[in-house]
């Protein structure tokens, strides 16, 4: 099965801070590559699929890139309502979709 | 808007089996992936697994032997089976719909999740 790497798994950050999380598959996954906000003790909330497309309704300071086996979500300008883990998850393998093990965002 | 909400025992005792059922509300269960997912207390998300509105399923290898999901389409119910649970099967369970339209899948619907606990 195909293994998903994130890293830092927990960061520290302030407000208005550019936030960088990556997201490595352990073999090619071409753009199978979503990611997800998960709040305390709420369900995910998709925030970009197909690595670099922006779900409706996600704010514009989310962003996604990359292709094959490296990945990366970028929040421009954190935010309050920002601080919260994110995982992200492949969709290519027919052997099963995995999620990667999550980076929490912390109040610095 | 579409809404999903997972139903079943919040307690299993060990090496029975666990049951959910997620329902759906604001939209048809015959279209598209329906998935399982779960979280440990404190831990990151596993799929369990998918059935599609074909009636397909793709489960986590780690579980194919004890894991049955399947659909309802008359009462738009998909379900969750998983037989012979351990303490290591507690988790929030969630039901969430997988969509594949001109992209690669994504889950893009969730239920709220429901703790399941697994004791003796």
């Known amino acids: 099965d195909i293994q998903m790497t994130q890293s830092p798994s927990s960061l520290s950050a302030s407000v208005g801070d550019r936030v960088t999380i990556t997201c490595r598959a352990s073999?090619?996954?071409?753009?199978?590559l979503n990611w997800y906000q998960q709040k305390p003790g709420k369900a995910p909330k998709l925030l970009i699929y197909?690595?670099?497309s922006l779900q409706s309704g996600v704010p514009s300071r989310f962003s996604g890139s990359g292709s094959g086996t490296d990945f990366t979500l970028i929040i421009s300008s954190l935010q309050p309502e920002d601080f919260a883990t994110y995982y992200c998850?492949?969709?290519?393998?027919?052997?099963?979709?995995?999620f990667g093990q999550g980076t929490k965002v912390e109040i610095k | 808007q579409m809404q999903l909400q997972e139903s079943g025992p919040g307690l299993v005792k060990t090496s029975e089996t666990l049951s959910l059922t997620c329902s759906l509300s604001?939209?048809?269960?015959?279209?598209?992936?329906w998935s399982w997912i779960r979280q440990p207390p404190g831990k990151g998300l596993e799929c369990i697994g998918y059935?599609?509105?074909?009636?397909?399923?793709n489960y986590n290898p780690s579980l194919k032997s004890r894991v049955t999901i399947s659909v309802d389409t008359s009462k738009n119910q998909f379900s969750l089976r998983l037989i012979s649970v351990t303490a290591a099967d507690t988790a929030v369970y969630y039901c969430?719909?997988?969509?594949?339209?001109?992209?690669?899948?994504?889950?893009?619907?969730w239920g709220r999740g429901t703790l399941v606990t697994v004791s003796s």
């Open positions: 969430a719909r997988g969509v594949r339209q001109l992209a690669p899948p994504y889950f893009d619907y």
């Open positions: 604001g939209g048809s269960i015959s279209s598209h992936y």
């Open positions: 059935i599609s509105y074909s009636g397909s399923t």
């Open positions: 073999q090619s996954i071409s753009n199978y």
């Open positions: 197909a690595a670099s």
């Open positions: 998850q492949q969709s290519y393998s027919s052997l099963g979709w995995t």
